[in-house]
T-cell receptor, first 113, second 115 residues
């Protein structure tokens, strides 16, 4: 079945460091791909998304490119801030999942000043 | 701008009790769903609905019941609470799920502890 695999956390970085969170997927058909962020004590917010191969989603300095050849959607940010500390979830949606999201297990990011 | 509203935010239940988590959305979304979030497990789909009067099971439906009598509301019922149902529950809504990149909006979560 469809699935999402994220790199294990937690990830601890210093402010202004470069961030990469790896995400790979298995899916039949052509999924839409998402990154959601969950700040402490809050619900999930959509961070960015991409709907077809080679699309790049971007928001708040974060980017991810839909790579069909490597079935990946890695999240990157050039310079993280303390306020980026959160849990990040990679997710996909396909017609086969009836439009429901299939999530990775989440990666907790802590940014130290 | 209410979006997706869940109540209660926190609840403690005794084993065997029943309760209902409420979810309402004011965006006229056809699609609604319930997920549970457990440490190290990500979010897992419990039940979902693609419109009023239509519900279906997700990955972990056992012990939960849903109904969709209106477009706005999608309550989740715990029939006989068990400690294994201790979790954070999220309601979500969208126009048509995540197909074609449609954004799925989440509520703020309901923290449930079963003792």
């Amino acid at each position: 079945g469809d699935s999402v695999t994220q790199m294990e956390g937690p990830v601890t970085l210093s402010e202004e460091a470069f961030l990469t969170i790896n995400c790979t997927y298995t899916a039949t058909g052509y999924p839409s791909l998402f990154w959601y962020v969950q700040y402490p004590g809050e619900g999930l917010q959509l961070l960015l998304k991409a709907t077809k191969a080679d699309d790049k989603g971007s928001n708040k300095g974060f980017e991810a490119t839909y790579r069909k050849e490597t079935t990946s959607f890695h999240l990157e940010k050039g310079s993280v801030q303390v306020s980026d500390s959160a849990v990040y979830f990679c997710a996909l949606s396909t017609g086969g999942s009836q439009g429901n999201l299939i999530f990775g297990k989440g990666t907790k990011l802590s940014v130290k000043p | 701008n209410a979006g997706v509203t869940q109540t209660p935010k926190f609840q403690v239940l005794k084993t065997g009790q029943s309760m209902t988590l409420q979810c309402a959305q004011d965006m006229n979304h056809e699609y609604m769903s319930w997920y549970r979030q457990d440490p190290g497990m990500g979010l897992r789909l419990i039940h979902y609905s693609v419109g009023a009067g239509i519900t279906d099971q997700g990955e972990v439906p056992n012990g939960y019941n849903v109904s969709r009598s209106t477009t706005e509301d999608f309550p989740l019922r715990l029939l006989s609470a068990a400690p294994s149902q201790t979790s954070v529950y999220f309601c979500a809504s969208s126009y048509s799920g995540g197909r074609s990149g449609n954004t799925i909006y989440f509520g703020e979560g309901s923290w449930l502890t079963v003792v």
